[in-house]
């Protein structure tokens, strides 16, 4: 059974920076793209970041933010700098294979408070 299994999130104050992880446990072949999403309280799941051929942003994260991939390790990598309490949320990895199945991974906290 394929899992994503994630780590890196905590409690940080604003201004400083964590990075998120997230292990894919099937083929690397296999992906189309992976994905970093969030849902903060009381507002809808969004899309942070995703990776395929190209990259992309959110709005509210380019020039802070940045997601990477290491196919060897079948990891997914979100690099979370200058973080505001506006980030504050379950932040969620996601894959999207080639033959269209979708995996969410368990999602990690991430707090940014004073």
């Known amino acids: 059974q394929v899992q994503l299994v994630e780590s890196g999130g905590g409690l940080v104050q604003p201004g400083e920076s964590l990075k998120l992880s997230c292990t894919y446990s099937?083929?690397?072949?296999?992906?189309?793209?992976m994905a970093w999403y969030r849902q903060a309280p009381r507002k809808q799941r969004e899309q942070v970041a995703s990776?395929?051929?190209?990259?992309t942003y959110a709005d509210s994260v380019k020039g802070r933010f940045s997601i990477s991939r290491d196919n060897t390790e079948n990891t997914v990598y979100l690099q979370m700098n200058a973080l505001t309490p506006e980030d504050t949320a379950v932040y969620y990895c996601?894959?999207?294979?080639?033959?269209?199945?979708?995996?969410w991974g368990q999602g990690v906290q991430v707090t940014v408070s004073s």
């Open positions: 996601y894959v999207h294979t080639v033959t269209n199945a979708y995996f």
């Open positions: 099937g083929s690397s072949r296999s992906i189309f793209r």
């Open positions: 990776i395929a051929r190209t990259t």
